[in-house]
């Protein structure tokens, strides 16, 4: 395969990615924070994509798209180890009911607080053992393979 096409093959495999999340959204697995913080770095291999197509396939935009699936890998790693409990996540989605005690009463029974967090540390939706976190970071390390294989690629 050409350079050209191998970039195209992995900005197409981060909108693939990207499609995919939406239409799990659209089901109703409504995305944490950091399942949306997975999604930015997929935009920006897209984007990548779309300049291999305006100005041909730069070894920048090559770099930019492996470093963007790379990111987005790493992710979905500290992600997956969220949800395994293996390290703890962000407080503001992640978290036991030990945090309800620094609260006040009132605190707890304000209407003002959003009803539809979802939390970080919580598996949605699984696949052979594999949360959508772990699937990404899978996936995205293929991507990121495939975008450093162009790199290394002369034609």
Known sequence: MTRKNLMLLAAFGSLALLLGAFIFQFLGYAPCK????????????????ALVLALGPLALVGLVGAVSALI?????????????????GPSSCSGSSDALSGMSG????????PVDIVMCDEVAWALFGLS??????????VLAAI???????TK
Do not use: K
């Open 106 to 113: 009132a605190d707890l029974l304000s209407l003002d607080a």
């Open 147 to 153: 975008w450093i294989r162009a790199l290394q690629t």
């Open 72 to 88: 987005t890998g790493g992710i979905g790693v500290y992600h997956t180890g969220v949800e395994r409990g293996w390290w703890e």
């Open 132 to 141: 959508m976190a772990s699937w990404n970071a899978l996936f995205s390390f």
């Open 34 to 49: 950091m399942c949306i913080w997975q999604r930015w770095p997929h935009g920006t291999a897209i984007g990548a994509g």
